[in-house]
């Protein structure tokens, strides 16, 4: 089942606007990742979180998370047209089990108009 | 390194017909993931593999779907015999060994499948 589910589904903004996507999940992780999937192409990783922090940075994005409220928070600034693509949370379950599984959200499509 | 390779990268086929998908990941990776794409259902994982071992296939649809991973550099996913609800893009996906520190996944390019 999934567990991360990304909120809002579509985002449309202009170039210069900063672009804030939210993730919730259901268990305990590990970390929570974010990645992002240009059209017709395999997903890239961005950022990754620990459960053990609370804010992470590079480049222009910025990632909260908070594990009270099982959820994240995934902040590009200054949005280029180039952002534009979907971009999904996938987050580690902490739970006992084989190393590396992965769950991910369904997605948010961010659109960045010129 | 030249990142995960997934071939071919488009697949139409008739009903019924055997498909087989083939991933190489990326070297020194020892964790292999086969998902599956669709508007409806998004991303779902199907099958993942530890050193070479089916680790958790709950994802597999069905038995018409089998994988294999019969080395460290390779892997296939069957489907036999397609059916067009099987059309989605596959992808596959490593990740490094678990000392690195990190479970990042690296995914291939993927599979654009049709049956039709």
């Known amino acids: 089942s999934q567990q991360g589910e990304e909120d809002p589904q579509a985002l449309s903004i202009q170039e210069g606007e900063n672009a804030t996507m939210n993730c919730s999940y259901k268990t305990s992780i590990n970390n929570l990742q974010w990645y992002r999937q240009n059209s017709g192409r395999g997903l890239v990783h961005l950022i990754l979180?620990?459960?053990?922090?609370r804010e992470k940075h590079s480049g222009r994005l910025r990632v909260t998370l908070d594990t009270s409220k099982k959820s994240s928070s995934l902040l590009i600034t200054a949005s280029r047209a180039a952002d534009t693509a979907s971009y999904f949370c996938a987050t580690a379950p902490s739970r006992g089990g084989s190393q590396g599984n992965l769950i991910f959200g369904k997605g948010t499509k961010l659109s960045v108009k010129p | 390194d030249a990142g995960v390779i997934q071939s071919p990268r488009h697949e139409v086929t008739e009903m019924g017909q055997e498909v087989t998908l083939r991933c190489k990941p990326i070297?020194?990776?020892?964790?292999l993931f086969w998902y599956r794409q669709t508007m409806m259902r998004g991303l779902e994982l199907l099958i993942y593999f530890n050193n070479n071992v089916p680790i958790d296939d709950s994802g597999m649809p069905e038995d018409r779907f089998s994988a294999k991973m019969p080395n460290a550099s390779f892997s296939t996913l069957k489907i036999q015999p397609s059916e067009p609800r099987d059309s989605a893009v596959y992808f596959c996906?490593?990740?490094?060994?678990?000392?690195?520190?990190?479970?990042?996944?690296?995914f291939g390019p993927g599979t654009r499948l049709t049956v039709l």
């Open positions: 979180i620990r459960s053990n922090e």
């Open positions: 070297s020194g990776h020892n964790s």
């Open positions: 996906a490593s990740s490094p060994p678990a000392s690195r520190g990190t479970d990042t996944q690296y």
